[in-house]
């Protein structure tokens, strides 16, 4: 099984990276490929909602030239995801709502969905890591829910989450053995 790792902080020793290495290893213990991808190391415009909104996303791809093209057709070569942001004002980064954004229009209208989209039955690990004063993770985990929930249909009962982890500088200690634990698990229970 291979599960693409997404991180969005500008930090990379911080406490996001630390949740993506905890994911890392949960993967690898379970003998299945991590493929990382830092967000913020790349180039993704955000979406010009063109052509009265929908451009050619209805086709599953879009018309800005950068890198955001690259890592969609990647996550249609993985069997699972796990997102791992930052808690910025009680919600994704930037460069996660960025890239987001675009994702969902590409994935969640109707003909994607039809067709098949690169997301949709594939489980997911949602891990907010607030660094500061560790609020905000619940209306970011519930904004990251609705994310997936678009491009899966809007189907609440066979969305094939897996789990959703709130982590603070207060609870890191315990809770990257639970990422890790969880990242162990999805790829043990596919």
């Known amino acids: 099984m291979k599960v693409m790792v997404l991180t969005s902080s500008p930090n990379e020793d911080g406490l996001t990276e630390s949740c993506a290495r905890a994911a890392k290893k949960g993967i690898e213990n379970g003998n299945s490929k991590a493929v990382m991808v830092r967000l913020n190391d790349l180039n993704i415009l955000k979406c ?50 960025t890239f987001f954004d675009r994702l969902r229009r590409c ?14 039955n594939k489980p997911f690990i949602c891990v907010a890591a607030a660094g500061g004063s560790g609020n905000g993770t619940l209306s970011c985990l519930t904004n990251m829910e609705r994310v997936f929930l678009h491009m899966n249909n809007m189907d609440y009962t066979n969305m094939p989450k897996f789990d959703y982890i709130g982590v603070t500088q207060r609870n890191k200690e315990y809770m990257l053995k639970a990422i890790e634990s969880s990242a162990l698990n999805l790829v043990k229970d596919q």
């Open 48 to 97: 010009k909602a063109c052509d009265q909104g929908w451009g050619i996303c209805l086709k599953g791809t879009c018309i800005l030239e950068d890198d955001f093209e690259k890592v969609h057709e990647e996550m249609g070569e993985v069997d699972g995801y796990v997102v791992v942001t930052p808690v910025y004002f009680g919600d994704m980064s930037e460069s996660a709502k």
């Open 107 to 120: 994935e969640a209208n109707r003909l994607m969905r039809e067709k098949g989209n690169k997301i949709h």
